[in-house]
């Protein structure tokens, strides 16, 4: 069989084989492990926003803002508060320090600069849980290819992905290259919106409140942007403008005070952003989990796979396994589960 877009044979699937890598999470129910990791990531966001903000409207409270920042902080952290001191440069040939209000205006900065920092840690949980759905999702397909109904094809672009997993591939896919690599996910994500509740309205919303609000648009975004701040600093080119321009233009009439994308400038981000953001990364995720458990026949994608979920998915504690179930048992795709005994 040939791809009708491309003149590479395909090989037949009864002569592939799923091989996870190291860096891949070892289980049949990733959404689990992300909720975990999710968790932690918007704990150490909030808590430090919430630090900064009660810190510097305590600040401005002060008698006189032209006085030195030292009394600002503890005798504990000296020796920080020289390095910083130090970043001003020198004035009459002495480090003198910041006084009360440059500080409190450097800081303004802050929430822009880490939730900047923070977005780019998070998208990188996202990719750690689209490798394990990836691979939780190619083996669905297989294990229920001779199922009724069932209309998988072995594609060059899922083959490309599968070999890029091997331990003889020096690079990881892409979240592109692995969404593009299953239109009908694609589509799924087309359809769901962008962020779970309306920055304006706070009600809840599940379709896509415009063309460009959807959460597939949402996520090529943010991995653009994450590309930009990597390799760039930040710095929009006009390639990016235009590919994203309708989206962040719909984002804004929902989000108040976003600057507009331009050229050679770069995102003043804010804490509403990292909300929506994070809402968006949440939701897909959720949504793909569901479609693996549709796929598989609720063989994967829940905490008690093989077997049937428990109670739709809620359930107390106490019927939480000890272990999360791994990615290839008994009954799994015979040769990919053989391979991963032998590794």
Not at 37 to 63: D, G
Request: with cysteine; hydrophobic share 35%.
């Amino acid at each position: 069989m040939k791809n009708k877009h491309s003149n590479i044979p395909l090989r037949k699937i009864d002569d592939v084989v799923v091989i996870r890598p190291d860096y891949v999470w070892n289980t049949r129910s990733p959404f689990k492990l992300f909720i975990e990791y999710h968790k932690r990531e918007t704990q150490l966001y909030w808590s430090s926003i919430l630090m900064l903000k009660t810190n510097v409207e305590s600040w401005k409270k002060a008698e006189n803002l032209k006085l030195s920042s030292r009394k600002l902080f503890s005798n504990n952290f000296s020796s920080m508060y020289e390095v910083y001191t130090k970043t001003y440069g020198k004035k009459n040939n002495v480090f003198e320090d910041p006084t009360i209000e440059v500080t409190i205006s450097t800081l303004s900065d802050f929430e822009s600069k880490f939730t900047e920092s923070s977005i780019v840690s998070y998208f990188s949980l996202f990719e750690m849980y689209m490798h394990c759905w990836t691979l939780n999702y190619i083996l669905a397909k297989i294990e229920s290819n001779n199922t009724a109904n069932s209309s998988f094809e072995w594609t060059s672009k899922i083959d490309t992905l599968n070999e890029k997993y091997k331990p003889t591939s020096f690079t990881s896919p892409s979240v592109s290259q692995i969404l593009t690599a299953f239109p009908e996910v694609v589509r799924a994500l087309q359809n769901i919106s962008y962020a779970s509740i309306d920055p304006i309205t706070k009600q809840e919303i599940i379709e896509p409140p415009t063309s460009n609000l959807n959460a597939f648009n949402a996520i090529i975004f943010w991995k653009e942007w994450r590309n930009l701040i990597v390799h760039r600093n930040g710095f929009m080119d006009s390639k990016f403008v235009d590919r994203h321009g309708k989206f962040w233009e719909d984002l804004r009439s929902k989000l108040l005070h976003l600057p507009k994308l331009r050229v050679d400038q770069r995102l003043k981000l804010n804490s509403a952003v990292y909300r929506t953001y994070t809402s968006t990364m949440y939701n897909t995720c959720s949504k793909l989990r569901e479609i693996i458990i549709d796929v598989s026949k609720e063989r994967r994608g829940h905490v008690h796979a093989p077997n049937k979920r428990v109670g739709n998915g809620k359930f107390s504690n106490e019927l939480m396994p000890q272990q999360l179930p791994t990615l290839l048992m008994q009954g799994d795709h015979i040769p990919s589960f053989a391979m991963a005994a032998t590794i």
